[in-house]
């Protein structure tokens, strides 16, 4: 490249010049005090890791396109037509997709404020307007969303960075009743839900009548892994396998998905370990002089005037966590569920009153 091709005169594209690049969470020198992403304290399922070797000779084939064996383990696992489901690297794939096919290049997409951020970015991204409508009561204000006409409208349920979930009921009606051509309902958190499978709407999603997101980075422990899968209308599915990359999802991704899908014993100490050490985080900041926002999630919203301070303190102790400004909650904190190791983390925190 000679001078005049310089990076100096090289210019994206007029809509990704205020773009900045995402700010993943802070990982921790000790892993159990790494608290910043919402990633699972309890790792995986053991079975997955007794399983990967196995999945490496074959390494030099393509990995199958359509993660045919997971997609049937989904399918049979939620009750539902294979032809409803698409397997993506990550769900932020997914929402890539169906960012690109329904509101790219001047379409218009609805979603809270705050946001989960890749529901703003990824539309920005591919020249789309998004409208943020501000949460109420830390939820999503359906009413308001309800009014604006859009080609897609996220729900976020539970919400990431607030932990406030909305009946299932009423995330359908508003999907029945909204101008937007299509709701889509990331449920990245769901399984972690008082309500469990109860508070999903994966069948309405199987039925077309709106979209579910889903993901294997939370609950499932594979974070590292990058899988989640969409449920919509077998057309939608057609539609974003048309126009993505053949083989985004790997062949190990796949194998770990499937496996951890199926242990629902490790599930049940996920859920059980997550309830426990979620309640006692949320009564020791709450005995300690701090507001925090009850969670359907593997987090908690620590109100923390000195949100800088909090953070600066925790992270002395090894434990990492992230800050609401950066979540676009300025004067807040969010902190990672910890294992029974990481909550020792906190126990030793001398201006900290573990009950
Ligand atoms: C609400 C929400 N959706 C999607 C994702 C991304 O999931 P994945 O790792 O499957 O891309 C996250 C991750 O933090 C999230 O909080």
Not at 83 to 105: F, H, M, P, R
Not at 208 to 222: I, N
Not at 310 to 319: C, D, H, K, N, P
């Amino acid at each position: 490249m000679n001078d005049t091709h310089s990076a100096a005169v090289l210019q994206p594209r007029p809509w990704l010049s205020h773009l900045q690049p995402y700010v993943p969470g802070a990982p921790a020198a000790d892993p159990d005090g790494s608290l910043a992403s919402n990633e699972n304290a309890l790792g995986p399922s053991p079975r997955v890791a007794a399983a990967l070797p196995g999945s490496l000779p074959g390494a030099e084939r393509y990995p199958d396109a359509l993660s045919s064996g997971l997609v049937r383990r989904i399918a049979e696992t939620h009750g539902i037509p294979v032809d409803t489901i698409l397997v993506g690297n990550g769900s932020d794939e997914l929402i890539q997709l169906l960012v690109t096919a329904y509101a790219a290049y001047g379409g218009h997409v609805v979603c809270a404020d705050p946001p989960y951020q890749l529901h703003e970015k990824l539309p920005v991204m591919l020249g789309a307007e998004v409208t943020k409508v501000p949460l109420r009561e830390w939820a999503h204000d359906l009413e308001a969303m309800r009014a604006l006409a859009a080609d897609l409208a996220f729900v976020c349920n539970p919400h990431n960075p607030t932990g406030a979930i909305l009946p299932p009921h009423e995330v359908l009606g508003f999907a029945r009743g909204n101008r937007a051509a299509l709701t889509v309902v990331d449920e990245a958190y769901i399984e972690y839900a008082e309500a469990g499978e109860g508070a999903s709407l994966i069948s309405s999603a199987a039925r077309g009548e709106l979209a579910v997101l889903r993901t294997f980075s939370k609950f499932y422990g594979l974070a590292g892994m990058r899988v989640g899968f969409l449920v919509a209308d077998p057309a939608i599915i057609r539609t974003l396998q048309a126009i993505r990359l053949p083989f985004s999802v790997n062949s190990a991704a796949q194998v770990a998905a499937e496996i951890a899908l199926a242990d629902r014993d490790h599930g049940d100490r996920v859920r059980e370990s997550t309830r426990e050490n979620r309640g006692r985080l949320i009564a020791a900041f709450r005995a300690s002089g701090y507001e925090v926002l009850e969670s359907q999630t593997n987090f908690i919203l620590v109100f923390a005037p000195d949100e800088a301070r909090l953070v600066g303190r925790l992270s002395e102790a090894g434990i990492q966590v992230r800050p609401g400004s950066s979540l676009g909650v300025p004067g807040s904190v969010r902190i990672s569920v910890p294992n029974d190791a990481g909550m020792a983390m906190f126990g030793r925190l001398p201006w900290l009153q573990t009950p």
